[in-house]
């Protein structure tokens, strides 16, 4: 037995592998290496949801941090494994402080650590609230696309919130080639609001920007709705408002109340994740005891399984899977990687003789 022991241990250190450099990714390069490049991300984005759908990654529930003296604040962990091309493991781990915005900072900040497949080493971590909100914008300019295709493509979008959430999916969608007659404008925050319609003067749009001074005004005047707000529960709450059958983009998860959506078409990106933490499908599921009111997911839809119908408002409510964060920061590394810029700490795995 201790022969054979001894040979195994003598075999394992003979094809010993080596631990990868580890790098830090700031933020300016990640934007560097996103900037301009919105139709290639909902492709990268396209196709991490096709391999979640087949199968081919691994994406367990959220885990979140919260605090019983900063209730509106908490922080979450999106662990995840992609297969295909990628191949990458890793953990975002991003923190949401409402907070912040009055004294002047995002909400959210975050950090991606990316893990080498074979040893399980990190190699990088990476800024990651740039990363969050570009995978988050071209889902919803993904879903878009698809869910509008059935019926005539939307003129009129509407933004329910206002924030860097807000300008992302606002850059993606014009970014892949959508235009608009009008683009309607609401926030509960007149700076916000203010800034919002700055931005969009400035991106040389050719909309007739709408800023409008109640919810109910912006919903009926849009035909794409994105919610893109912090609400932490439902605060829309007449399905009457919907009755000219918009295509929403439910990016915040809990603005609308349960009874609008069972009088919708509900797409979602995975459903054991969406149906979780009090999100607006969560408590469907609570009011009626089933989960007869989902129509399937966003890959569902591009694979044909599931045509959302026209009579009825189609509500796109994504979760956030851990995976595109994954997907988009390992295209981050590379990219980085392979212009020569990667800064790499020297000697940041030290001690790595087992026996000293």
Known sequence: MTNLLSTATQRDTSHQASAPTFAVIPGAQVQQALSGREKEIVELVESTYRLHGAGDSVNPPSYFLRFTDRPTARIIALPASIGGANHVDGLKWISSFPANVPAGLPRASAVLILNDHDTGYPFACLESSIISATRTAASAALAADWLSRSGPRPTRVGFFGTGLIARYIHTFLAGTGWTFD?????????DST?????????????????VHDSPEGLIRSSDLVVFATV??????????????????????????????????????????HCLQANTSPHLAEQLTGNRDFLDGTLDDVMSGRRIPPTDR?????????????????KYVYDEVARAGQLRVIDDFFHDLRRYG
């Open 182 to 190: 009008t683009i309607g404008v609401y926030d509960v925050s007149p």
């Open 194 to 210: 203010a800034g919002f319609s700055g931005y969009l003067r400035q991106t040389g749009t050719t909309a007739q920007v709408d």
């Open 231 to 272: 609400a932490g529960e439902p605060h829309v709450t007449d399905p009457g408002w919907f009755t000219h059958r918009p295509l929403v983009l439910h990016v915040s998860l809990r603005d609308l109340a349960p009874e609008i959506l069972l009088a919708s078409t509900n797409i979602v990106d995975d459903v054991e």
């Open 313 to 329: 408002p189609v509500i796109f409510s994504p979760f956030g899977l851990g995976v595109l964060d994954l997907a988009v920061g």
